[in-house]
C-alpha cells in the first residue's frame, strides 16, 4: 500500500490521542496535535491552539457522565507522504461500561516539521 509509514506514524497519533484523552492528561493530549488544529462540532467550528483544553472539560456538559471512550472504526480515506484522512467512529462509555453514544468522524493527521498530529476533526459529537 503506498505511504505505509505515513499511515503507521498517523493511526499511531490516533493511538496516543485517545489513550491520552482517556487518561485525561492534557499535556500528553495536546503533544498528538499540530497546532492550529480544527474541530468541527455541534455546528461550530473552533480553532485549538495549545492551552485550550483544560482538566474541568472532563467533568461538565456532554463528558459530565463520561469515564473513558474507544475507537470503533478507523479506516484511510486517502493517504500521502505528509497527511493522512481517516473515516472514524469512537464510542463514549460510563464507569460501568454503558455506552453514552457513539459518533461519526473524520480526522486529518499531518506531518509538520517532523512531528505527526491532528490537525482537523469533524464529528458529530457535542
Request: contains cysteine.
Amino acid at each position: 500500500m503506498p505511504h505505509e509509514d505515513a499511515i503507521a506514524a498517523a493511526h499511531a497519533v490516533l493511538d496516543r490521542f485517545m489513550a491520552a484523552f482517556n487518561a485525561q492528561d492534557i499535556a500528553a493530549w495536546e503533544d498528538t496535535f499540530n497546532f492550529p488544529s480544527v474541530r468541527l462540532a455541534s455546528n461550530a467550528l473552533t480553532i485549538i491552539e495549545p492551552g485550550y483544553h483544560q482538566p474541568a472539560m472532563f467533568s461538565r456538559g456532554a463528558l459530565s457522565e463520561w469515564d473513558h471512550s474507544a475507537w470503533e472504526r478507523r479506516e484511510v480515506i486517502h493517504a500521502g507522504p505528509d497527511k493522512v484522512h481517516f473515516d472514524t467512529r469512537f464510542t463514549r462509555y460510563r464507569k460501568d461500561g454503558s455506552v453514552i453514544a457513539g459518533f461519526d468522524s473524520i480526522y486529518v493527521v499531518t506531518c509538520e516539521s517532523g512531528h505527526w498530529g491532528v490537525k482537523a476533526r469533524s464529528s458529530y459529537a457535542p
